[in-house]
């Protein structure tokens, strides 16, 4: 999985994204099927798993260890595991790629993929996409293209997106509002991946095309290179700037975020991250450093923080067992263990 990876400007974009949702003709979107419907277009998509040598499963029907398992690697959302859903998941023969059946729409297809190469991993999701339409009734518009639940992705049906880390950018006074407005220009939006609280904490979102009506997906691709172009230049830049114009304030906080990471035995979400942000910021800027610390192993670090079923699953009901676990957590990251 992404997180497992060090690839070329991966320390800016950790993962980019494509979901192309297409759905079939005659039934109602998921949000207005019946129950049986919901059966009719599983067993459907369950005939083209076969042929295509996809796995098959029924995602509410599982329990939580697999529903972690499916969660923690990103092929599934809580919401879409919820016992009531009717819905699966086909998985593709590479990591990373599966199909979701029954969500917003009937069929999304989703690649995931390391660091920026978005054509390789739209071309994943496309060929899977294209199999689909060859064996199913695709609803299709000759006016407005495909047709989604979403009123946003009618049209290609393609919505791309890419995780990224920026604490250059948004401790650089500035950055972020020309960030913004950059992504305005493409038709792309930018939300803070952690809900609530202090922004400045944790500088991990997700950036997304809005547009997909009137636009081909030649275009769109176009246009994610460009955005993703821009996020890596300014960010590395700010990040050069940060650490030459304040090396002795970025070498000390890249240094104390080492040692409570290393050694805290109780860590909250927001202050692990705020750590990880001058560790991320400084990495590549600090010279003769004392840490042996990899790009994956950071990775490592931000995937365990942000994405651990447990503790979303239990959100909203505190316990004194999670931080202490996810210290210990970090703890084996930083020595070298390979948890995940």
Same mark, same amino acid.
């Given at each position: 999985?992404?997180? #497992?990876?060090?690839?070329? *400007? *991966?320390?800016?974009?950790?993962?980019?994204?494509?979901?192309?949702?297409?759905?079939?003709?005659?039934?109602?979107?998921?949000?207005?099927?019946?129950?049986?419907?919901?059966?009719?277009?599983?067993?459907?998509?369950?005939?083209?798993?076969? #042929?295509?040598?996809?796995?098959?499963i029924r995602t509410d029907e599982l329990d939580?260890?697999?529903?972690?398992?499916?969660?923690?690697?990103?092929?599934? /959302? %809580?919401?879409?595991?919820?016992?009531?859903?009717?819905?699966?998941?086909?998985?593709?023969?590479? @990591?990373?790629?599966?199909?979701?059946?029954?969500?917003? /729409?009937?069929?999304? +297809?989703?690649?995931?993929?390391?660091?920026?190469?978005?054509? +390789?991993?739209? !071309?994943?999701?496309? /060929?899977?996409?294209?199999?689909?339409?060859? =064996?199913?009734? +695709?609803?299709?518009? @000759?006016? =407005?293209?495909?047709?989604?639940?979403?009123?946003?992705? +009618?049209?290609?049906?393609?919505?791309?997106s890419a995780l990224i880390m920026i604490p250059?950018?948004?401790?650089?006074?500035?950055?972020?509002?020309?960030?913004? !407005?950059?992504?305005?220009?493409? #038709?792309?939006?930018?939300?803070?991946?952690?809900?609530?609280? /202090?922004?400045?904490?944790?500088?991990?979102?997700? %950036?997304?095309?809005?547009?997909?009506?009137?636009?081909?997906?030649?275009?769109?691709?176009?246009?994610? @290179?460009?955005?993703?172009?821009?996020?890596?230049?300014?960010? !590395?830049?700010?990040?050069?700037?940060?650490?030459?114009? &304040?090396?002795?304030?970025?070498?000390?906080?890249?240094?104390?975020?080492?040692?409570?990471?290393?050694?805290?035995?109780?860590?909250?979400?927001? @202050?692990?991250?705020?750590?990880?942000?001058?560790?991320?910021?400084?990495?590549?800027? %600090? &010279?003769?450093?004392?840490?042996?610390?990899?790009?994956?192993?950071?990775?490592?670090?931000?995937?365990?923080?942000?994405?651990?079923?447990?503790?979303?699953?239990?959100?909203?009901?505190?316990?004194?067992?999670?931080?202490?676990?996810?210290? #210990?957590?970090?703890?084996?990251?930083?020595?070298?263990?390979?948890?995940?």
């Open positions: 999985m992404w997180y #497992e990876k060090q690839d070329e *400007n *991966n320390e800016v974009i950790l993962a980019s994204q494509v979901n192309i949702s297409r759905n079939i003709k005659g039934f109602s979107f998921p949000v207005k099927m019946t129950k049986d419907d919901k059966e009719n277009v599983i067993g459907m998509a369950r005939q083209v798993a076969s #042929e295509l040598g996809l796995g098959f939580d260890t697999a529903k972690a398992d499916l969660f923690n690697n990103y092929y599934a /959302d %809580i919401h879409f595991m919820q016992p009531e859903g009717k819905t699966a998941i086909l998985l593709g023969k590479e @990591e990373g790629l599966c199909v979701q059946i029954n969500g917003k /729409d009937h069929i999304n +297809v989703k690649s995931l993929s390391s660091g920026d190469d978005i054509r +390789v991993t739209y !071309k994943k999701a496309e /060929d899977i996409a294209v199999e689909f339409e060859k =064996r199913m009734p +695709v609803a299709f518009s @000759e006016k =407005r293209g495909f047709l989604t639940s979403d009123i946003k992705n +009618v049209g290609t049906g393609v919505q791309i250059g950018i948004v401790k650089t006074t500035g950055a972020m509002a020309m960030l913004s !407005k950059r992504l305005e220009k493409f #038709e792309w939006n930018i939300k803070s991946l952690i809900q609530g609280g /202090d922004v400045r904490v944790n500088s991990l979102f997700v %950036i997304s095309n809005t547009a997909t009506l009137g636009i081909d997906e030649n275009e769109l691709l176009e246009r994610a @290179e460009n955005v993703l172009r821009d996020v890596i230049k300014l960010e !590395k830049s700010c990040r050069s700037s940060i650490c030459a114009k &304040k090396a002795a304030i970025a070498e000390d906080q890249y240094y104390k975020s080492y040692g409570v990471l290393r050694y805290a035995r109780r860590l909250e979400i927001p @202050e692990a991250l705020m750590h990880i942000n001058w560790i991320i910021l400084a990495t590549d800027n %600090i &010279k003769d450093s004392e840490v042996e610390l990899t790009w994956s192993q950071i990775h490592l670090l931000v995937h365990n923080i942000t994405r651990r079923y447990e503790e979303i699953a239990t959100r909203g009901k505190r316990t004194v067992a999670i931080p202490r676990k996810r210290a #210990e957590r970090v703890r084996g990251i930083l020595k070298g263990d390979e948890a995940k």
